[in-house]
């Protein structure tokens, strides 16, 4: 087999990482995974037309999903910060950047990076 390439590793790394917030939230059933690959096959024509744009993936993908998600399913992924008020979406930042992040607005905070917002969002600490 051919090694790997590094589009494909970058496609795989962010594929990882939406799946990764989308279990967090507990939505990452089986329509809603094919919803990634869509944004998978859509992202990797576009990086193929500017490589340079590899380490944006990430973030443009989870961009994808939420939007996607919106339609269908209502805002994903729901501030965990703000404990009172209206239930709202965080967003990603930067749009089109490296390192993407969940930001919540409302509070001016990061809540995690794109790909760790289960453990931002709490569940069971192991200790
Ligand atoms: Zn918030």
Known sequence: MDP????????????ALVL??????????????????????????WVEQWPDGAGYV?????QDVQDALLERYGRWPLCPVCGSGDPHALD???????DPHWVCHKAGVKVAAVGALGRATGGTPSS
């Open 4 to 15: 790997i390439s590094p589009l494909e590793q970058t496609l795989h790394a962010a594929r």
């Open 58 to 62: 990430a973030g443009l993908v989870a």
């Open 92 to 98: 990603v930042e930067p749009e089109l950047g490296p």
């Open 20 to 45: 990764a917030d989308l279990v967090a939230g507990e939505v990452a059933e089986a329509d809603v995974v094919s919803l990634v690959e869509d944004s998978v096959t859509q992202r990797r024509w």
